[in-house]
């Protein structure tokens, strides 16, 4: 039996024509965005697939014209902070086309941007459940901050927005504190960012034993609030986590808090915030400082001042008892000199009662001694004078020697020559008779 | 001999004198010495009379001084 054959355009025509009538005009359809390229004239082409574990279950081509894709990419931008980009789950409005000679495919009419939102704060959620459950979540936050950071390790842009403020304001402090710190260059936004800042994180931490930063920055200037997905993503979040110092974050964003900020030791909104945070840190220090100087110089004062006051005290006391021993030896003496007088007196008078006693007495030995030497010359007086033989003379007595001795001296005998004296003569005599005196030998 | 006298201290003197009485006292000489051993005994009386007005005056100066 021969078949019978239509024409491949038949076929597709009558595809077209089956589709046309038993499809509705319209659909809401879920799905990931493949891959998403501009094309020439303003159309984007993208492909739409849906993934199970990472197998791709169904895939389908799909565009949207210039006109539409100019409102839908601002309306989805302005609202999701993100733009059109392949990865991205979306719901869409779609209505399926089917072309003679280029096959199926959507046509994308409208894309609802709060599914994505829902859809992005869902997968935000797993990944915080994620790393609360690895106990991640709070593990940065186990470092001490230190009291000042001097030295600064900082993932950034050299052309993102934010780090010339950031720097600027750490260069630039009115305390013209001093800060060191070094840039590990990354890229802040799109497909990049995560690796290059996972990386530059590693680096910092091999450079530690060497250059032992107190911390690690990452900060982002505001602009364009687009791309900031990144900062959502897990393995971001794990290595910021696992940091080996505390992680300080300043992603400028004004939508909800990312999950690196969640995970770091501290987030601020921007780099400008971060600048002032260090800086009050060494602010804080230095007031701490004053303040320190301010209790010692208080408390100096105060110790000195009862220091003083114990002194003064002391000086009063040892003031007060030098002059109540020197008023107690003052009296003690002038008793002992009242007493010396006293005494002195006492002796003086005592001696000058004895000097008188002894010069009665002497006058009266000396007396006596001149009252004996007068009267033995008296007696010598008249001893002298009665053997005077001139006394005896003038009173008529004679005297007679022979040969010069008395005669009543020696031995008479007749015929001596005697020589007799009385008052006017010398007689000479010879001895004719010599009888003995009777008067005188009875 | 009136000068060698003058010369002699107190004790001297007395002592010469008595020297002179006790001699006059034995009575041995002749009249000669013997005048001139009273005239002696005299001066010598009279030398020690002196004196001892001076050393009595003297004393009575030195009481009086006090």
Redo the contacts between chains.
């Keep these: 039996m021969q078949q019978q054959a239509i024409s491949l355009l038949s076929l597709n025509e009558l595809i077209k024509s089956t589709l046309d009538s038993h499809l509705a005009p319209t659909y809401w359809v879920i799905a990931e965005i493949g891959e998403l390229r501009a094309g020439v004239k303003g159309h984007a082409y993208l492909d739409l697939i849906e993934k199970s574990e990472g197998n791709i279950l169904a895939k389908i081509r799909g565009n949207i014209w210039s006109y539409t894709y100019q409102s839908i990419s601002r309306k989805f931008e302005s609202t999701t902070g993100t733009a059109l980009k392949g990865g991205l789950k979306i719901m869409a409005l779609v209505s399926v086309q089917f072309h003679e000679l280029y096959g199926i495919s959507l046509v994308i009419k409208d894309i609802d941007p709060n599914f994505t939102l829902g859809e992005r704060a869902r997968k935000r959620q797993e990944i915080i459940s994620r790393l609360t459950n690895e106990g991640l979540i709070d593990l940065n936050r186990q470092y001490v901050l230190p009291v000042v950071s001097q030295k600064i390790a900082i993932i950034s842009s050299v052309t993102a927005a934010g780090y010339g403020d950031f720097i600027n304001q750490l260069d630039q402090n009115p305390q013209r504190y001093k800060i060191h710190y070094q840039l590990f260059q990354a890229a802040m936004q799109g497909k990049d960012a995560v690796p290059q800042i996972i990386q530059a994180i590693k680096q910092i931490e091999d450079l530690l034993v060497e250059e032992k930063f107190d911390l690690l920055v990452i900060v982002r200037g505001g602009g364009a609030q687009t791309d900031l997905d990144c900062f959502d993503d897990y393995e971001l979040a794990k290595t910021i986590a696992n940091a080996s110092l505390p992680v300080v974050t300043g992603i400028g964003h004004e939508r909800d808090e990312s999950i690196a900020d969640l995970v770091a030791h501290t987030q601020l909104k921007t780099p400008t915030a971060v600048a002032s945070f260090i800086l009050s840190g060494f602010r804080e220090f230095e007031d701490s400082l004053h303040r320190n100087l301010v209790t010692i110089e208080r408390r100096t004062q105060a110790r000195l001042k009862s220091e003083e006051a114990g002194l003064s005290d002391k000086t009063h006391l040892i003031t007060n008892l030098f002059r109540q021993k020197l008023n107690e030896n003052n009296l003690s003496l002038e008793r002992y000199a009242q007493q010396a007088r006293r005494v002195s007196l006492y002796r003086t008078e005592k001696e000058n009662i004895k000097c008188e006693h002894l010069?009665q007495n002497l006058?009266k030995i000396?007396d006596r001694k001149?009252k004996q030497?007068?009267d033995?010359?008296g007696q010598?007086?008249k001893?002298?004078d009665r053997?005077?033989?001139?006394t005896l003379l003038q009173r008529g007595y004679t005297?007679t020697?022979k040969d010069?001795?008395?005669i009543n001296?020696q031995k008479l005998k007749i015929g001596d020559e005697l020589?007799t004296?009385n008052k006017m003569d010398k007689i000479t005599s010879l001895i004719n008779k010599l009888e003995t005196n009777e008067k005188q030998n009875r | 001999m009136k000068n060698k006298i003058d010369n002699l201290s107190y004790d001297e003197a007395i002592s010469r004198l008595d020297h002179l009485v006790k001699q006059l006292e034995e009575g041995e000489q002749g009249m000669d010495e013997l005048t001139k051993m009273v005239k002696e005994a005299s001066d010598l009386v009279k030398v020690c009379k002196q004196k001892l007005k001076m050393t009595s005056d003297e004393i009575k100066k030195a009481f009086e001084e006090e």
């Design positions: 010069e006058r000396i001149l030497s007068e033995r010359l010598y007086e001893t002298i053997l005077n033989p001139q005297r020697e010069g001795i008395p001296k020589v004296y």
